[in-house]
């Protein structure tokens, strides 16, 4: 009842200890979502950093070639 009305995650311990995290499994996967994106995001960030970057028409012709195979 706790996990649905307060939406916080709860810290289970072991001998005094963190052990585990209970979650809503709505909230989990809200987390989920949210760190999956982060990570495109810090990739993405790295790719420009790194010159790894397309033009419009460069990108555009990368994704006709690509979907053309599913024709």
């Known amino acids: 009842k706790r996990l649905k009305k307060e939406k916080q995650p709860i810290i289970l311990t072991q001998h005094g200890k963190s052990a585990a995290v209970l979650m809503d499994v709505s909230e989990y996967e809200r987390f989920t979502k949210k760190l999956e994106m982060l990570e495109d995001l810090l990739e993405a960030k790295q790719?420009?950093?790194?010159?790894?970057?397309y033009t419009v028409d460069q990108a555009r012709e990368r994704i006709e070639k690509h979907l053309s195979k599913w024709k």
């Open 47 to 53: 790719q420009v950093e790194q010159g790894k970057t």
